[in-house]
């Protein structure tokens, strides 16, 4: 008898927070600052020495960070391989983006010396953005020494590190300013959310004023956004899962069914824009503070988990020539949001999985130095050409069963050990 795999991807939402968030959004009952002010108070006692700010989504932290740190038409320099808003947040602050790539290999992060050689022949730099992909603090130390001593500021996007460590500090604590995503399938999460961190008391009081103009995000936008999260949690959940969706979803992959492949990507028609959205410009609600306030204490157990299936991975695949893995790293310093695989034959690997009834994800990522709507600031970007083309995520969530990697890992030997049979 057949049975279906676990999900790729589960949200790390409880029944509470969707009944909190009803009740706030029904009655508005906690939709005041009160839950923000407690958010930002326990934000800073996990981050010593940090204020914080809580916003409605990390790429409006980016915004203001940026707004308030660079001069219009300053260059920020960033990694290609990133999400097309977190771009248009750099144009919509000012600034000019200004890429440089990946390193070689499977960190998907941003190439310190590719950063130091910029900053030695671009003229009017800003900022440097970095950004701590899938989980792993990228190699941040010659890019802080470098812009250091140039008084440029750094700014970390750690949308997708809250918790990863680095030198004794956490994510978001390791240069000028870092910036938090709690969106709808992060490791914290309020359906929608963010949070900035700095020690720069001036830059966080601008930031405030500037949050203080602006309404809370309303009503109706909470809960659309979390009727979302409910059909996502639902159609996730495992008897529904394996009895239906994934049997649904894997005939759609198998035969190429737009609608629904369609469902799974971001970023597949990406457009440029320089004018902060309408639709951005919010304060995070109360009652979503209360969410990811109540989740903090989990976060660090979780990582673990996650470091403890990484290791499962990288024991079962690492001796496989054709596979490109991230590096192993058993400090924290890589949270392993997912484990990115890269592999040339992308497509084969992932039908091949498939077909084998497992369910992981080809990433949407892509190398925005390449993207049309980007076309001014196109640079050439190799590395991250290549990671846009082969990165696969497997997957790591708290509750994903150790069987489950052992399966995903014998379905990819499964596959180079048929490809090489053709050879
Ligand atoms: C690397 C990175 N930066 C920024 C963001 C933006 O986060 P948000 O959706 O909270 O604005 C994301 C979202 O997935 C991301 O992956």
Request: proline share 5%; with cysteine.
């Amino acid at each position: 008898m057949f049975s279906a795999p676990q999900p790729r991807s589960r949200l790390y939402t409880r029944a509470a927070d969707y009944r909190n968030g009803l009740v706030a959004a029904l009655t508005g009952h906690g939709y005041d600052s009160r839950g923000t002010i407690e958010l930002e108070s326990a934000l800073k006692a996990l981050h010593p020495g940090f204020d914080a700010v809580a916003v409605p989504m990390a790429r409006v932290g980016i915004y203001l960070v940026l707004k308030n740190l660079i001069k219009r038409g300053q260059k920020v320099i960033l990694s290609p391989y990133t999400i097309s808003d977190v771009v248009n947040m750099v144009l919509c602050a000012g600034g000019v983006p200004l890429f440089a790539d990946i390193e070689v290999g499977g960190s998907c992060n941003i190439d310190a010396k590719e950063v130091e050689r910029l900053l030695d022949t671009e003229a009017n730099v800003g900022a440097v953005m970095v950004t701590h992909f899938y989980g792993l603090i990228c190699n941040i130390e010659p890019i802080l020494g470098a812009c250091r001593a140039r008084k440029i500021p750094v700014v970390e996007d750690a949308a997708q590190s809250f918790g990863a460590r680095h030198a004794g500090s956490r994510a978001g604590m390791l240069a000028d300013a870092g910036v938090f995503s709690f969106g709808l399938l992060k490791n914290v999460t309020s359906f929608f959310g963010g949070a900035i961190l700095s020690r720069d008391t001036a830059l966080m009081d601008h930031i405030r004023a500037d949050l203080e103009a602006l309404p809370v995000f309303p009503k109706s936008a909470l809960v659309k956004k979390m009727a979302k999260g409910a059909a996502f949690d639902l159609a996730t959940f495992p008897l529904f899962f394996e009895l239906g969706v994934y049997w649904l979803f894997r005939q759609a992959y198998l035969h190429d069914v737009e609608f629904f492949n369609n469902k799974l990507e971001t970023d597949s028609n990406p457009v440029a824009y320089s004018t902060f959205p309408k639709t951005y410009a919010h304060r995070i609600s109360g009652a979503q503070s209360d969410m990811v306030r109540s989740q903090l204490d989990r976060v660090d157990r979780h990582i673990e988990e996650r470091i403890t299936k990484a290791k499962i991975y990288h024991a079962g695949l690492h001796d496989l020539p054709d596979l490109v893995l991230p590096p192993l790293r058993t400090d924290g310093s890589h949270s392993y949001f997912y484990y990115p695989i890269q592999c040339a034959n992308r497509e084969g690997l992932a039908r091949y999985m498939t077909q084998k009834l497992r369910d992981v994800q080809i990433s949407h990522h892509r190398n925005c130095a390449a993207m049309a709507c980007f076309a001014e600031y196109q640079r050439d970007c190799p590395n991250a050409s290549l990671s846009e083309k082969r990165v696969i995520y497997l997957p790591t969530y708290p509750g994903y069963r150790e069987e489950e990697v052992q399966a995903n890992i014998a379905a990819i030997r499964g596959f180079f050990r048929e490809a090489n049979s053709w050879r």
